[in-house]
């Protein structure tokens, strides 16, 4: 009884052992499968290629010709940065230089700006103290506008033989009473130029000037005598500004009372 009793369990522990070892070839199997990423149905990679010697030397080769061209791209570069500095710098002090000259030649055109119109206002003034000057000067003068000219006269001789036709009191004194007396610019054609009498006293010019208004002699001759004027005087708009200004005021209607006053001759402003 008891051997068979240990029949059976040999026999069992061998099936468990068989058992057991079956599983672990099958366990084993699993792994393995796992462990392999390739199934059978998946394309296995290619062999890497081997680099040879000369494959290395030729891909040295040409990493060594690519740096040598960068250092000389930088080299290049450089130079040209280096360059170009030299050019920036020259540049900014030009630029100084020309801003040091323009500021300096702003000054002295607002002191030209300064002189000139200084000079301005002297001149002005100066001109007009000439002007001034002139008047005065004309003050002692008469013109006579229409007297016949001949060729070879002497025109002292005949305005004196004129002014004591028309004033018989100076016949003893005329050299004394005219100073100096002559026709103005150059002959041209049949132009009759004015003759300009210069008195040695004022009064005997306004005496004699009164006494042309209406005279005779003036009238048969067909000449007048009328105020030596400079030449910013004889302006036609000054000369005719009294008669515009009495159509102005005509046309306006203004009192009348004022228009003797600005109707007065300029030859009789001039001799009060």
Excluded at 199 to 205: A, K, L, V
């Amino acid at each position: 009884m008891s051997s068979k009793k240990s029949l059976a369990i040999s026999r069992n522990i061998v099936a468990t052992d068989d058992h057991e070892y079956a599983r672990m070839e099958m366990d084993s199997t699993e792994k393995a499968k796992r462990k392999d990423p390739f199934s059978p149905a998946k394309i296995r990679p290619t062999a890497k290629r081997q680099v040879t010697v000369s494959d290395g030397n030729e891909g040295m080769n040409a990493v060594l010709d690519a740096i040598k061209q960068l250092t000389e791209k930088v080299d290049t570069l450089g130079t040209q940065l280096q360059q170009n500095s030299t050019m920036l710098s020259s540049i900014a002090k030009a630029v100084e230089f020309n801003a040091a000259e323009i500021k300096d030649c702003k000054m002295q055109l607002q002191s030209a700006v300064r002189d000139v119109t200084a000079v301005k206002k002297d001149n002005a003034e100066l001109m007009e103290r000439v002007l001034e000057l002139e008047r005065y000067k004309r003050r002692w003068n008469l013109r006579i506008r229409g007297l016949k000219e001949n060729d070879g006269e002497d025109i002292r001789v005949v305005v004196a033989d004129l002014l004591v036709k028309i004033s018989p009191s100076w016949s003893s004194s005329i050299n004394q009473i005219v100073d100096s007396v002559h026709r103005i610019g150059r002959r041209e054609g049949n132009i009759t130029r004015h003759v300009i009498i210069q008195f040695t006293q004022r009064w005997h010019r306004d005496a004699l000037w009164r006494m042309t208004k209406d005279h005779a002699i003036c009238k048969e001759l067909r000449i007048s005598f009328i105020e030596d004027l400079c030449k910013a005087d004889r302006r036609p708009e000054l000369l005719c500004g009294p008669k515009l200004k009495k159509q102005e005021m005509l046309e306006s209607g203004r009192s009348s009372e004022v228009v003797p006053v600005i109707l007065m001759d300029r030859e009789s402003l001039r001799s009060t």
